[in-house]
């Protein structure tokens, strides 16, 4: 993972989205698209404020995780605020619908 994105699995998320934000990408090696949304989030990941996360998921990786959220397509961004999912987004998205989702989440 580029610097300033996390990694993510079954075992760590719960921890990992307990405070503050965090923009999840649920995500597959093998999809095309998650591909594209890759770089958008390592150039987002140095212009967040502190208490934002850009975090990943591998959902071949951690189903369980996928499966508790309803991800059924990818991408998926989740952007979680102190826990709790506040907004999903599927499909490719650009930095700047993802910093507008960190300003609603706020």
Known sequence: MAEGVV???D?????TVANGITIVDFWAPWCGPCKMQTPILEEMAPKVDDDVT???LNVDEA???ASKFGVRAIPTILVMKDGQPVQQMVGLQQEN??????ENAR
């Open 97 to 102: 619908a993802l910093m507008s989702a960190i």
């Open 11 to 15: 075992g760590n998320f719960e921890e």
């Open 63 to 65: 189903p369980q995780t």
């Open 54 to 56: 850009i975090a990943k």
């Open 7 to 9: 990694e993510l699995n």
